[in-house]
Nanobody, 117 residues
Framework: QVRLVESGGGLVQSGGSLRLSCQAT????????MQWYRQAPEKERELVAS????????NYADSVKGRFTISRDDDKGTASLQMNSLKPEDPGVYLC??????????WGHGTQVTVSS
């Protein structure tokens, strides 16, 4: 079964760090754009970070620039999101997406991030 599995979420104090991981199963991740979204209660799903195949192009939402770093390891089939200097506005369910250049989407179920002030 083709799927993505996120891990690494949890509770952290404001200013702290978390590293999220996304494991791809039963498909070759290297040809996909890998993206991280977050879904906060009563807010629209927000694209947080994106990395193209082979990592040649990386983009971040303005709200996380300079604090979050996206990376990928195609040999291991993983994509990661290093989150530093977490703020009270960062919490939510963080979801990993694999997007093919033809528009096919594969989603994980998400991992919860909570930031305490």
């Amino acid at each position: 079964q083709v799927r993505l599995v996120e891990s690494g979420g949890g509770l952290v104090q404001s200013g702290g760090s978390l590293r999220l991981s996304c494991q791809a199963t039963r498909f070759t991740m290297s040809s996909y754009i890998m993206q991280w979204y977050r879904q906060a209660p009563e807010k629209e799903r927000e694209l947080v970070a994106s990395i193209s195949s082979y990592g040649t192009q990386i983009n971040y939402a303005d709200s996380v620039k300079g604090r979050f770093t996206i990376s990928r390891d195609d040999d291991k089939g993983t994509a990661s999101l290093q989150m530093n200097s977490l703020k009270p506005e960062d919490p939510g369910v963080y979801l990993c997406q694999a997007l093919s250049y033809g528009g096919n989407e594969i989603w994980g179920h998400g991992t919860q991030v909570t930031v305490s002030s």
